[in-house]
C-alpha cells in the first residue's frame, strides 16, 4: 500500500527491526522499537490538548536522540513540528512563536529554564514527562486518517541572514517523494551508518533523519564540538562505523582544509552527499585522495 505520512516510515521500520539502534548520541541511543514507543507517548499527549489537531507544535531541539524522538512524537500526534534551537535568543523564539501560533511547545527538562519563559506563548510539555505517558493507539489512529499527503510535515524557519527570518512549509509528500529518490539516487541501504552533522532546525537534517527511518539504517548524531576540531570528527566517524554523510558543503569544505584528512582518514566512509553552497574541487580531491572510492554527490541548486 503506498505511503501517505511520513510517520509510516518509523511504524513501519520498527515492525521490522525493533531492536536494531535507529539514533545515537555521545550519550546514549534508541532503537526504532524504542523510538516508536516514546513518539506514540507523546504523541498520546499531544493529542489531548485542546485544538492540537493538523496544528503547529514547537519542539525546543539539541543535537540528541531526544529530540529526533520528539519530532516524531509530534507526527504520531497527527500534526507538524518547528524545531527550535533550544541556544536560540529568546526574542527570535519568540518571533516565531508569534509567527506560528503553536499549539503546544515541547521541551526536555534540560531546557525547562528557557521553556519556561515561553509559557505565556503555549502550553509547555516536557518530553520526559510526556514519556510515561501510556499510548493511546486508538487515538494516534484516528489522528492519522484525518491527515493527508499535502498537510505538513514540518515547518523550518531560515536562518534570515538577508533579511526577516522566513518560514518553510514541507508536505508529507514531498519528503516521501525526495526520499525515495535520494535512496535510489544515492544507492544507500540498510547497512548505512550516518553521520549526522546538520542540527534538527536546519533542513538538511531531514536527509539523515527520513532516510534513517525508512531504510532502518542507523544515524550517528555529532556534537557541534566535533565541527571544530575535525581530528576528533574524523576518529568519532571511525569509531561509529560512519558509511555516509549528509552534511552542509561547508563542514565538508573545513575538514578537508584543516589538514586532518593527511593523519587519518574515516576508513569506512562510502557515501558523501553535500549542499548548501557551491562544491569546490580542491577539497573533493583531497578527500577523495584520504579515502580512495569515496562516492561524492554535488546536490547544491537541486530545486
Known amino acids: 500500500m503506498p505511503m501517505t505520512n511520513a510517520a509510516e516510515y518509523l511504524e513501519r521500520t520498527a515492525a521490522r527491526v525493533p531492536d536494531k539502534v535507529a539514533f545515537s548520541d555521545a550519550s546514549g541511543s534508541l532503537t526504532f522499537g524504542q523510538l516508536l514507543t516514546r513518539a506514540r507517548a507523546l504523541g498520546t499527549v499531544l493529542a489531548g490538548l485542546p485544538g492540537c489537531k493538523n496544528a503547529p507544535v514547537a519542539v525546543l531541539t539539541g543535537r540528541t536522540v531526544q529530540s529526533v524522538a520528539a519530532l516524531q512524537g509530534v507526527l504520531q500526534s497527527g500534526n507538524y513540528y518547528v524545531p527550535i534551537d533550544e541556544q536560540m535568543p529568546e526574542a527570535r523564539m519568540r518571533r516565531i512563536l508569534a509567527q506560528v501560533h503553536a499549539r503546544a511547545i515541547v521541551f526536555p527538562e534540560a531546557c525547562r529554564p528557557q521553556a519556561e519563559r515561553l509559557a505565556d506563548c503555549a502550553p509547555l510539555v516536557c518530553l ?167 562516492q561524492v554527490v554535488n546536490m547544491y541548486g537541486p530545486t
Open 128 to 294: 520526559e514527562e510526556a514519556e510515561k505517558t501510556a499510548p493511546d493507539n486508538a487515538l494516534l489512529q484516528a489522528r492519522r486518517e484525518q491527515i493527508i499527503d499535502l498537510d505538513p510535515v514540518y515547518l523550518l524557519f531560515t536562518s534570515g541572514s538577508t533579511g526577516t527570518p522566513k518560514g518553510i512549509v514541507i508536505p508529507h509528500r514531498a519528503i516521501l517523494d525526495f526520499t525515495a529518490w535520494m535512496t535510489e539516487f544515492c544507492g544507500y541501504t540498510e547497512d548505512e551508518i550516518f553521520g549526522n552533522q546538520a542540527p534538527f532546525y536546519f533542513d538538511l537534517s531531514g536527509k539523515d533523519v527520513y532516510q534513517t527511518l525508512s531504510l532502518g539504517a542507523s544515524c550517528r548524531i555529532f556534537e557541534k564540538k566535533y565541527f571544530t576540531f575535525p581530528m576528533l570528527l574524523l576518529k568519532a566517524m571511525e569509531e561509529a562505523g560512519v558509511t555516509a554523510i549528509n552534511w552542509a558543503t561547508s563542514a565538508f569544505h573545513l575538514v578537508a582544509a584543516s589538514g586532518a584528512l593527511t593523519k587519518y582518514a574515516p576508513t569506512h566512509l562510502k557515501k558523501a552527499a553535500l549542499g548548501g553552497e557551491a562544491l569546490q574541487a580542491r577539497y573533493v580531491n583531497l578527500w577523495k585522495a584520504a579515502v580512495p572510492g569515496l
